[in-house]
């Protein structure tokens, strides 16, 4: 009531819809309010409501026949004038030719050297992609972000691609879907996140977040992003740009560039799943900044509070989440944690001590989620790389844990990662619980239940896991070959080259050979008796 309003405007009406065009089309924008203006831009930046720098009245249908991303706001006297609406069209025909400096971009991003835009003519015009450049542009989901470009790659602390984890910036996301389904458009706020933001420039290709906030537009993301029986409200996504294992990393391992699937991180968290467990779901998608093609990114959850809750029932407010190590708290406290570990150290009574236990972690999730990374061999994990989360007002709050950046994964069949022992990590729970005759009775009995019979790590069931991972990349990566292939090399790496090497060892290898070799490193431990059990 206190607002002097005589109404709110809408967002203005486009007359195509975003999406992928060849043809030049006129796009008309108008509202259902008489009276009203129109104001828009054509170059990321926010439309002002007047005519003033880029910003223009419309009047006439706007001709595009380029990649162009306009934005238009509604604006009336006396009324609340309107959120902005993005609309991106994309020419594929454009996209493949993407210079080396496209005009208005800069062309050094803070670092030695210039940025890095080009779609690489090599890959585009070779033999073998030529033909089919055009359909694997549209093999996945395509994401398209329109900001300011100062926003962007602004000097002096503004642009967040620049100056790395600074605070978030308003942003408008796009998810425009290659079968032609509805998508969506909604303002929100985008951050740079991730190692290769912390550790400048040890990738160019950066990792972003997407937070949607009230204080942009609306508060959750409703859309079914991972597919309509999985969960479709969002507080946050991730665009994972992988700093590791990947043809941009900026380390000295040549072996990290050869090992690139983009696939190891989801693959993980498919395991988990299938295992029962609570990991982050994801998909593959193809990013666009203002127009630009950006490569191939991993959108997935990020399993904070919110994720908890939509998992397991119960409000946000109410989870306790740890990452990365006991006193980094995401959210609520870590004292439930802190005690957990206590009781574990206690080793004196197994049987009080597994009844104790038993009231704060879910142990057969726990030990699932052990075995998950036992079998990917993860090497980076767990001095870091893994979420827990509980509910602290529930009977049943126990302690679960998420799989989190496993990129370090299925790179040596005979790794052994189950001696690891990282202090207030699942690793050392476990190695302190393995003590305890009842906890390591219920080890083996999930040892059973995933290495035998129809368990999860028979070789045709965990290649069928991750061959689902590798269709859903096989078109896209032939992109992201042209987009950040020659990052670090002249001669670009490529998918049916280097890629295709290392997916033929992963299926013909590890996922074959893995399952009895893990079984071993149990059996020597004494986690698992030397023998055949019965199963039904």
């Given at each position: ?6 109404g ?8 195509h ?25 054509i ?13 223009k ?7 595009v026949?380029?990649?162009?991303c ?13 959120e ?37 003519p090599?890959?585009v015009?070779?033999a ?9 542009l549209?093999?996945?989901p ?5 900001m ?5 790659f ?17 942003v ?6 290659p ?10 706020g985008v951050?740079?996140v ?8 040890k ?8 937070k949607?906030?009230?204080?942009y ?10 597919g ?7 507080n946050?996504l ?21 090992f ?11 395991v ?6 609570y ?17 191939m ?5 990020r ?16 989870y306790?989440v ?13 004292q439930?944690?802190?005690?957990m ?8 009574n197994p ?7 038993s009231e ?9 989620y052990m075995?998950?990374n ?7 994990w767990?001095?870091?790389?893994w ?12 302690w679960?844990?998420?799989s989190?950046?496993?990129?370090h994964i ?9 001696g ?8 050392q ?8 005759p009842?906890?390591?009775d ?6 059973h239940?995933h ?9 045709d069931?965990?290649?069928e ?16 070959s ?18 295709v ?5 992963q299926l ?12 071993d ?5 004494g ?7 019965p199963?039904?």
């Amino acid at each position: 009531n206190s607002n002097p309003y005589d109404g709110v405007l809408s967002k203005p009406f486009f007359s195509h819809e975003h999406g992928f065009y060849s043809d030049q089309i006129l796009v008309d924008i108008v509202t259902n309010v008489p009276g009203a203006n129109i104001f828009y831009t054509i170059d990321g930046s926010i439309p002002l409501t007047k005519e003033e720098g880029s910003t223009k009245e419309f009047a006439t249908p706007v001709p595009v026949s380029t990649t162009t991303c306009i934005r238009a706001l509604v604006t009336h006297p006396g009324w609340k004038t309107s959120e902005i609406k993005t609309c991106s069209y994309i020419y594929l025909n454009d996209v493949i030719k993407q210079p080396v400096l496209p005009t208005g971009f800069p062309a050094n991003w803070g670092h030695t050297g210039t940025g890095d835009y080009e779609m690489d003519p090599d890959i585009v015009n070779s033999a073998l992609y030529q033909s089919t450049i055009i359909d694997d542009l549209k093999s996945i989901p395509t994401v398209s972000l329109v900001m300011d470009r100062e926003d962007w790659f602004g000097s002096g602390g503004k642009g967040i691609y620049i100056e790395g984890e600074l605070d978030e910036r308003a942003v408008s996301a796009e998810w425009i879907s290659p079968d032609g389904e509805k998508g969506f458009q909604v303002n929100c706020g985008v951050m740079v996140v991730g190692g290769s933001s912390t550790r400048r420039w040890k990738s160019d290709k950066l990792s972003l977040r997407l937070k949607f906030k009230a204080e942009y537009e609306t508060s959750e993301l409703k859309y079914p992003v991972f597919g309509e029986d999985n969960i479709s409200e969002f507080n946050t996504l991730v665009l994972d740009a992988r700093l590791n294992n990947a043809w941009h990393y900026g380390g000295g391992s040549e072996q990290q560039r050869l090992f690139a699937q983009y696939t190891r991180d989801q693959f993980a968290c498919d395991v988990q799943n299938n295992m029962g467990g609570y990991a982050p779901l994801g998909r593959h998608v193809h990013l666009y900044i203002n127009g630009l093609y950006w490569g191939m990114y991993h959108v997935h959850e990020r399993p904070d509070e919110h994720f908890a809750s939509s998992n397991l029932g119960g409000f946000p407010e109410h989870y306790d989440v740890i990452k990365h190590d006991k006193n980094t708290v995401v959210s609520g406290s870590n004292q439930s944690y802190l005690d957990m570990f206590t009781i574990a150290d206690n080793t004196q009574n197994p049987a009080d001590q597994f009844e104790e236990i038993s009231e704060y972690l879910d142990i057969e999730n726990f030990i699932d989620y052990m075995l998950m990374n036992f079998y990917v061999g993860n090497t980076d994990w767990a001095h870091q790389n893994w979420y827990a989360s509980r509910n602290n007002t529930s009977e049943d709050g126990r302690w679960r844990y998420h799989s989190w950046d496993a990129e370090h994964i299925m790179k040596d069949e005979n790794a052994n990662v189950t001696g690891r022992n990282d202090n207030g990590g699942p690793t050392q729970l476990h190695q302190q619980l393995i003590k305890n005759p009842l906890y390591k009775d219920v080890f083996a009995n999930r040892v059973h239940k995933h290495f035998f019979g129809n368990g999860v790590f028979l070789p045709d069931n965990i290649k069928e896991i991750y061959q689902n991972r590798l269709d859903d990349v096989y078109r896209a990566v032939v992109a992201e070959s042209a987009r950040w292939g020659d990052n670090r090399r002249e001669v670009p790496y490529s998918r049916d080259n280097e890629w295709v090497t290392h997916r033929n060892y992963q299926l013909n290898t590890y996922l074959p050979s893995r399952r009895n070799i893990v079984l071993d490193q149990l059996i020597d431990n004494g986690w698992y008796p030397d023998g055949s059990a019965p199963y039904f």
